[in-house]
């Protein structure tokens, strides 16, 4: 039973990266990445908005940390996904944020001192492979040639500013709940995305831009994050963080029905380098933690 709360997390993020395809056709993208927070702020103060005014002042000195994650995880992250989208597949967008996990623990090593192990490293050579070989589709002269397109470099970047955010996060135990943080971050998101809103042509909530702005803003933005939480206390962070290796599975199955993306071989074989590479390096995490417990 518990299972199904990282299942459903999965699912709906799965559905975000179709989301961020159909959306450039409709609205700009930085119009959409405004009206997310906007929208999951509206959601959330209810619930929330109390229990930051109450603890203000255990809040305000890390205002600045709080504000710097915002700009990492709810900024720049998502409203590079939604320019990347122009150019570039929602199958490309679910394999490209699944190397986050192996970009992060690269990042844990100066930021919070641990180790790598040689497993990781095997993993990190094992997924770099596939995303060359997914990225050149096939051809890796070619990718030497050409280079990979825009919207991929974009989401390599959004991958390791993510990353980033992950590891800052636990860097900077702050002594505030996930939903106070995850308040206040938006509310800094809302003020930091009014300029592209301002700066965007498309920035009509039309019939068609709805949906999938409210999707991004309610599923993907406030149901997800907590359905996430829920599996990480029901069944450790280990055990969660693996259902992110379905994501670019169920991606790319419901892009090839509503998108019409065609799957070619080289995603299937640099597609399952890419995850085995970031499993194998999750396995020696989870086991030097369980050598740890014991000793």
């Not at 040689?118 to 280079?147: E, F, K, Y």
């Not at 009014?194 to 949906?211: Q, V």
Request: hydrophobic share 55%; net charge positive; glycine share 6%.
């Amino acid at each position: 039973m518990f299972y199904l709360f990282p299942l459903l997390t999965v699912s709906i993020w799965a559905g975000n990266a179709i989301v961020n395809k159909l959306s450039c056709s409709v609205i700009d993208p930085g119009a959409i990445s405004f009206y997310r927070w906007l929208f999951a702020m509206l959601v959330l103060t209810p619930f929330v908005a109390k229990s930051v005014w109450c603890h203000r002042k255990t809040i305000q000195p890390h205002l600045s940390k709080l504000a710097f994650l915002a700009l990492l995880g709810m900024v720049l992250n998502q409203s590079l996904g939604y320019f990347a989208a122009v150019t570039t597949t929602a199958t490309n967008i679910a394999l490209i944020a699944s190397l986050i996990p192996l970009i992060s623990m690269f990042l844990s090593v100066p930021l919070l001192g641990q180790r790598l192990s040689p497993l990781a490293i095997v993993g990190a050579v094992l997924s770099l492979g596939g995303l060359v070989l997914m990225l050149s589709h096939g051809d890796v002269h070619l990718l030497a040639a050409q280079g990979i397109t825009q919207g991929d470099g974009l989401l390599l970047i959004a991958a390791f500013v993510y990353a980033l955010y992950c590891v800052l996060l636990k860097r900077w135990q702050m002594p505030l709940t996930n939903w106070q943080s995850v308040y206040v971050q938006g509310v800094f998101a809302v003020m930091m995305l009014t300029p592209m809103l301002l700066s965007s042509e498309r920035i009509a909530i039309t019939s068609e831009a709805l949906p999938l702005v409210m999707y991004a803003a309610i599923p993907a933005s406030v149901i997800a994050p907590w359905c996430w939480l829920q599996g990480i206390q029901r069944l450790g962070a280990d055990r969660t963080a693996m259902f992110m290796n379905l994501m670019p599975v169920m991606t790319a199955a419901i892009a090839s029905v509503i998108l019409n993306e065609q799957l070619a071989s080289y995603h299937y074989i640099g597609g399952l380098m890419v995850l085995s590479g970031v499993a194998l390096a999750q396995m020696k995490i989870k086991a030097r933690q369980q050598n740890l417990a014991t000793a």
